[in-house]
């Protein structure tokens, strides 16, 4: 197989999950090292090229007996399967997790959903928008006079079934080296929002997070809020503790330092900043704030980071289409190429596909790229 450097170097995943949290996870897992092998076919297609990189994509149809003997082929030598299907439907398909660990007892086996394998709502369809909502999160997000406000969908996808399943998988995979034996991980992005929000639920409906728009972290208190400057651009002030309170109100030269944590001072902290940093733009701002330790920082466009100091320090190679390997580890790993071509009877026939199965599966899969594709389907 193609050689790698990196952790999970010789680690082979397989990868039949869409959209956006199990091809996140998944590219994790490749820019550590592992060769992972993206399947596709079917009416689900492939998954898009932003989260390819590092991947070698194939196509199976599954629905015919050699789509499924390439695929039980791939998977005896794998060392983990990631699926996206409600749950029930990968078991239609062959690739069920009992049909998949008897070929191989050792295989790590990820199913990524919205509200898991089981419970009421488990077969109903869903987006990031609706698990921040079954979990209590977007009940917490925005101010309190206007609906809840999305956080993109870095939250649910992202974090909660994204990362945490790569997590779930590396976890299962060093348990594998004590025990000689693979898992099945049931990974829910409703159940990784509960987790996400542990420290706020304790704090729901106390003085630190009374209710939504209201509280420590939500906007509300005047030392922990965005300010717009002079050019409509605006600063991020997170100056929670005294020391970068009493900085940025002696930097900013506003006179007496008040109490920031008494409430009958916010009015007039809340004003004082306001005026403040109208007077100047935002890049000015960023100048008067590099060498003072009090929270603030220029609220960057993505755009713009490929030229701000700090980014490039750590990854002279960002730009939009090439986010960082994280996290960062010594000695690499590096970026790896992103080839979205699809190369289904190449790749068979390199993991031990016998010569006349690996043509005839990919005959009967889909040639094609996954360029072009985008999510959300717009």
């Not at 993206?38 to 194939?58: N, T």
């Not at 509960?194 to 997070?209: E, I, K, R, Y």
């Amino acid at each position: 197989m193609t050689a790698t450097t990196g952790p999970l170097a010789g680690v082979r995943v397989l990868d039949m999950t869409r959209l956006a949290p199990g091809p996140y996870a998944s590219m994790l897992l490749a820019d550590l090292g592992a060769e992972v092998i993206a399947i596709g076919g079917g009416r689900s297609g492939l998954p898009v090229p932003a989260l390819s990189r590092g991947k070698e994509f194939i196509s199976l149809d599954l629905k015919t007996a050699d789509g499924l003997d390439a695929l039980h082929t791939l998977v005896s030598e794998a060392d983990v399967f990631m699926e996206g299907f409600r749950p029930g439907v990968a078991d239609k398909l062959g690739a069920g997790y009992a049909e998949l660990s008897a070929l191989n007892p050792g295989l790590v086996y990820c199913s990524v959903t919205g509200y898991g394998q089981n419970g009421p709502m488990a077969q109903r369809a869903g987006h990031d928008i609706n698990y921040l909502a079954i979990a209590g999160a977007l009940g917490t997000f925005g101010p309190s006079d206007h609906p809840p406000t999305l956080p993109l969908n870095l939250v649910a996808d992202f974090a909660g079934g994204g990362l945490l399943s790569a997590f779930g998988i590396m976890s299962a995979l060093y348990d594998r080296t004590r025990t000689g034996k693979g898992r099945y991980i049931d990974a829910a992005m409703v159940d990784g929002v509960l987790s996400m929000m542990g420290m706020n639920f304790v704090d729901w409906q106390t003085p630190t997070l009374p209710g939504r728009g209201h509280g420590v972290l939500t906007g509300s208190m005047p030392f922990y809020r965005c300010y717009r400057c002079s050019d409509d651009r605006y600063v991020a002030v997170g100056a929670l503790e005294t020391a970068f309170f009493e900085r940025l109100w002696t930097t900013l030269d506003l006179g007496a330092v008040p109490n920031h944590f008494d409430e009958s001072t916010w009015d007039h902290i809340e004003k004082s900043l306001t005026t403040a940093f109208e007077t100047k733009t935002m890049a000015e701002w960023t100048t008067v704030f590099a060498d003072v330790d009090a929270c603030v920082t220029p609220v960057l466009e993505p755009h713009e980071l490929a030229t701000f100091d700090q980014i490039v320090a750590r990854d002279p190679d960002f730009a939009l289409d090439s986010v960082p390997v994280v996290p960062v580890f010594s000695d690499g790993p590096t970026r790896r190429a992103t080839d979205t071509h699809v190369k289904t009877e190449e790749v068979l026939r390199r993991a031990g596909v016998a010569e006349d199965l690996a043509h005839r599966a990919a005959a009967a899969g889909i040639p094609s790229s996954v360029t072009g594709l985008s999510w959300p389907p717009l």
